[in-house]
């Protein structure tokens, strides 16, 4: 094992690592806490508790950070997808293409619509949704001829963003708009962009193991289109302008609390500088395991938010039991592809196979990584990972 790797933060000599958790926000709390504290306080006091001030600023603090021009913080991230979706004006006889190998929430946002989710295979290096067979999926959508190609939905798995160029290129060739699902990107980029500025209309989540995480729900979109913007800010206030008391269109109860709102400010103060830690974590592990397993892939012009740190091996099993009597959590996102769950059953076509989708959920393994974890700690779990599959 390379003894050459350094990210920063050290384990205490006398703190032997015993356990390492997959995600843990104790390090965070301690540096943060006082200040995140400060700042519920002050929205106790003011007493806005929906819409309040914070929740203005956040959104300038979002729309700054990715330099997307509209930033609206709502409810979650999934409910950011289906309040995109409806900005879109997608619904019934819509269909809305996914990659197969996601969480089910990327389908489970469409479905309530009326709209149909169809599956598309990914990319075995990547993870993320494979473009040549978006457009098969398309042509055989088309042929087929019961529904009309609306939107393509690219999630950037783990924090990697998704081909957006290759997509877009698809997508507009079929007269289709891109909806990122960033659920897990926000901090990432591409070719100098941010992600929240790689599709027309993008939406991530504050899910508190996110990377940028709330203490509770949260999430939020980013457009630079005006006309979207302000159909998703009507509905996420039942559709509602304003004040005023006439829904303009349907909405639903989408709004981000003005107390997460105010976490979320504190913690992005010190996101750049916890996005730069996940980075040298995961390149540390990449340097000591990419001779045994499949490390995850980064192209060149991409900067993961590395969300989660992802191996791929055949012998994935026997290695998370060794990682559980280890006591090293470890995820396994996701054991299930996106047609193989009981609840989209109706949304897939008799004799589906997607082959990496369905091999990936045999294979992937995440292992911890967070704004706090230590060298020791990533030695600790490299070893045992080698110990297991020597
Ligand atoms: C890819 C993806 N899409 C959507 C969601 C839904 O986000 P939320 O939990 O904030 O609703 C998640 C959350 O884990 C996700 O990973």
Request: aromatic share 6%; net charge negative.
């Amino acid at each position: 094992m390379s003894t050459a790797v350094s990210i920063g933060r050290q384990t205490a000599a006398h703190d032997r690592v015993r356990e390492v958790p997959l995600f843990d926000l104790t390090g965070q709390r301690q540096r943060l806490g006082g200040r995140i504290e400060a700042r519920i306080d002050e929205v106790l006091k003011h007493g806005q508790f929906i819409l309040g001030p914070e929740v203005d600023e956040v959104e300038a603090r979002l729309a700054e950070f990715c330099g997307a021009r509209h930033a609206i913080a709502v409810s979650s991230g999934r409910d950011a997808l289906t309040m995109a979706l409806m900005a879109l004006g997608v619904g019934p006889g819509d269909a809305v293409f996914v990659p197969g190998f996601t969480f089910s929430a990327t389908a489970g946002a469409i479905a309530p619509l009326g709209a149909d989710p169809v599956f598309v295979d990914v990319d075995l290096k990547s993870f993320n949704m494979d473009p040549a067979a978006l457009d098969a999926a398309i042509v055989e959508v088309v042929a087929e001829g019961r529904l009309t190609p609306r939107v393509v939905m690219p999630v950037d798995l783990y924090g990697l963003p998704a081909d957006y160029p290759a997509i877009g290129e698809v997508a507009a060739r079929h007269g289709m708009t891109v909806l990122a699902d960033a659920a897990q990107s926000f901090g990432g980029a591409m070719a100098g962009r941010h992600v929240g500025q790689l599709a027309p209309i993008s939406a991530t989540s504050f899910y508190p193991t996110k990377p940028l995480g709330a203490y509770g729900d949260g999430g939020a979109i980013f457009t630079e289109d005006g006309d979207l913007a302000d159909a998703v800010r009507q509905i996420r206030t039942h559709g509602r302008q304003g004040s005023g008391d006439e829904a303009m269109r349907l909405g639903m109860t989408g709004r981000l609390d003005t107390i997460q709102a105010a976490v979320l400010l504190v913690k992005l103060e010190g996101f750049e500088a916890e996005l730069r830690h996940r980075a040298d974590a995961a390149a540390a592990y990449t340097e000591m395991l990419s001779e045994v397993v499949a490390t995850p892939a980064l192209p060149s012009s991409s900067v993961s938010a590395w969300a989660l740190y992802t191996i791929r091996t055949p012998g994935r099993d026997r290695l998370k039991e060794r990682l559980d009597r280890a006591r090293i959590g470890s995820g396994l996102f996701y054991r299930v592809p996106l047609h193989r769950h009981p609840a989209l059953q109706k949304w897939v076509p008799e004799g589906l196979t997607l082959p990496v989708s369905e091999r990936l959920a045999d294979e992937v393994l995440s292992l911890p990584i967070h704004a706090d974890i230590t060298e020791a700690e990533i030695h600790y779990v490299t070893g045992q990972v080698l110990a297991a599959l020597d």
